[in-house]
T-cell receptor, first 111, second 114 residues
Framework: SQELEQSPQSLIVQEGKNLTINCTSS?????LYWYKQKYGEGLIFLMM?????EEKSHEKITAKLDEKKQQSSLHITASQPSHAGIYLC???????????FGKGTRLHILP | NAGVTQTPKFRVLKTGQSMTLLCAQD?????MYWYRQDPGMGLRLIHY???????AKGEVPDGYNVSRLKKQNFLLGLESAAPSQTSVYFC?????????????FGPGTRLTVT
């Protein structure tokens, strides 16, 4: 969707390095979701952010939502091979029961 | 609980053929969704349902029909398949009050139309 832009489209990092994926919205959103997809499989929910300035962490993954609720970042610390996959952000814009997804970021981890 | 299941996992169709993809969930979820995923295009919403007997159009509904006769099942139909419908199809469901709830995804159906 053009309403959500993810960057970068693809990322290759050395194991142990930190990385950041960004998700930018063209308008204010009500909820921001991060999902991970292993290659060839379905999506797994990671985190959901609702409030401006909110930050959540799960293991080595941290997600933040800016104060204006138009930009989110996903940060992985000390990356591992298990972090490889496609990361997608999704947004709920209109409280109308559906989520619009970005195009995803492909993450490769080099051993 | 099986979660969200999809049938079939793989399918090859010839142009003009029809088929139905079945999505089933055992979590008593009100909301169900059909997405397609294409390289470089991310995940796009085809149709969705907010409850038994209801359906609504998503971002890319043309060429598809859906039905939600039972709460646990959401069917996606292709009446006359076209090569442009070659894709991986994902079904998802979420609980009542879908806003801010996580969606549970099925494993996907890989469809090729020749």
């Amino acid at each position: 969707s053009q309403e959500l832009e993810q960057s970068p489209q693809s990322l290759i990092v050395q194991e142990g390095k930190n990385l950041t994926i960004n998700c930018t919205s063209s308008k204010t959103l009500y909820g921001l979701y991060w999902y991970k997809q292993k290659y060839g499989e379905g999506l797994i929910f990671l985190m959901m952010l609702q409030k401006g300035g909110e930050e959540k962490s799960h293991e080595k993954i941290t997600a933040k939502l800016d104060e204006k609720k138009q930009q989110s970042s996903l940060h992985i610390t000390a990356s591992q091979p298990s972090h490889a996959g496609i990361y997608l952000c999704g947004a709920d814009f209109l409280r109308d029961d559906k989520i619009i997804f970005g195009k995803g970021t492909r993450l490769h981890i080099l051993p | 609980n099986a979660g969200v299941t999809q049938t079939p996992k793989f399918r090859v169709l010839k142009t003009g053929q029809s088929m139905t993809l079945l999505c089933a969930q055992d979590m008593n979820h009100e909301y169900m969704y059909w997405y397609r995923q294409d390289p470089g295009m991310g995940l796009r919403l085809i149709h969705y349902s907010v409850g038994e007997g209801t359906t609504a159009k998503g971002e890319v509904p043309d060429g598809y029909n859906v039905s939600r006769l039972k709460k646990q099942n959401f069917l996606l139909g292709l009446e006359s398949a076209a090569p442009s419908q070659t894709s991986v199809y994902f079904c998802a469901s979420t609980g009542t009050g879908a806003i801010f709830y996580e969606q549970y995804f099925g494993p996907g159906t890989r469809l090729t139309v020749t």
